[in-house]
């Protein structure tokens, strides 16, 4: 059996936006999108 070294993990860095905050704001441009569309049917 041969014994394979492993560089080290590159450190992680902090993302300016978190996965909620994506999620927020995909929902909020949803929500947008249908009360345009709504309004265009009335």
């Known amino acids: 059996m041969q014994t394979v070294k492993l560089e080290p ?23 947008e999108r249908l009360t345009e569309a709504a309004a265009e049917a009335a």
Not at 10 to 26: K, Q, T
């Open 9 to 31: 993990r590159r450190p992680r860095y902090r993302l300016p936006v978190s996965g909620e905050d994506l999620r927020r704001g995909l929902e909020q441009r949803i929500d």
